[in-house]
């Protein structure tokens, strides 16, 4: 069975300082220690491009209280490069792509 030989592609200082001003503006939006926010998809697996979107979830025991569009906003507004997405888990049915998620997520602050 063939195997997947693309390795993840390091990440600069220009994608470090990037994604440390995303995870600030996702942490400072978001204080609930109940609720979970790491970053998904090709940029935290390593296989992105510059043209990759930034994939931010947020997971908790509701849906977060008044929804994602304030901490979307704080995004459009800074100096992040990418567009980006966040995603609420607790709105997300699709189990398949809830795994799919998952796998090789990067923790921006765990659940206590």
Request: proline fraction near 10%; aromatic fraction near 8%; charged fraction near 30%.
């Amino acid at each position: 069975m063939p195997t997947d030989t693309h390795q993840p592609t390091p990440r600069t200082p220009f994608e470090e300082k990037y994604l440390a001003e995303a995870r600030r503006i996702c942490l400072d939006a978001v204080p609930d220690p109940r609720y979970e926010i790491f970053l998904f998809g090709s940029r935290a697996r390593g296989h992105c491009d510059h043209a990759s979107d930034l994939d931010i979830g947020i997971a908790g025991p509701e849906p977060l209280p008044g929804g994602v569009s304030q901490l979307m906003n704080r995004l459009i507004e800074s100096d992040v490069p990418w567009r980006c997405q966040v995603i609420d888990f607790a709105l997300v049915s699709d189990e398949a792509f809830r795994r799919h998620a998952y796998e090789g997520r990067e923790l921006w602050r765990p659940a206590n």
